[in-house]
């Protein structure tokens, strides 16, 4: 039973319209794993072996099949992020509650994908300490009367941070939703 089996394979492999079908599907597998296409506002990073190799462009692209592996898709797009609310005080110990809207585009995908673990929480974090600190430091009318003064402030701080691979920030608003009087 097992060497007809075998001996049934082997003469369809010496045959030759079966060998050339086997060759011509296995050459349809290959070219459709080998091209790939990347949408619009979107990068694809490439690793080979587990290492970073390229980054893959919007249109058509060619990578080694089998080999290489697309890793991440990295939006290229402006994004906004919403930054939670929270309670800040101010220099004359009043609690305020803050949010805040920031918008940014990544520029470099291999960036944003290999020197930062998880780039949309790092950003919230560095705008969650930064309108703590800039909020800490004025008093509650300042803060009231000079909103656009804040945001100026915030996206110049934010700017001067360094955020891998988004390092485009178009616009930082902040919110102050209402303020407690509490004082400590």
Request: hydrophobic content about 45%; glycine content about 4%.
């Amino acid at each position: 039973m097992y060497h007809s089996v075998i001996w049934v394979l082997a003469s369809l492999l010496v045959d030759p319209r079966c060998l050339s079908l086997l060759l011509l599907s296995l050459a349809v597998v290959v070219i459709f794993k080998g091209v790939k296409t990347v949408p619009q506002g979107y990068e694809f990073t490439v690793e080979r072996f587990g290492r970073f190799t390229q980054s893959l462009t919007p249109g058509l692209n060619l990578i080694v099949p089998f080999i290489d592996r697309i890793t991440h898709k990295v939006n290229m797009m402006e994004q906004v992020l919403d930054i939670e609310s929270q309670s800040v005080i101010s220099r004359d110990n009043a609690v305020i509650q803050a949010d805040g809207v920031v918008f940014f585009q990544v520029l470099e995908s291999s960036k944003a994908t290999y020197e930062v673990n998880d780039l949309y929480n790092a950003m919230q974090n560095l705008c969650l300490t930064n309108i703590r600190t800039v909020l800490g430091a004025m008093a509650l009318d300042e803060i009231l009367s000079n909103r656009d003064e804040i945001n100026a402030s915030l996206l110049g701080s934010l700017m001067r941070l360094r955020i891998p691979g988004a390092s485009r920030l178009l616009e930082s608003k902040s919110r102050i939703l209402n303020h407690l009087l509490t004082w400590v």
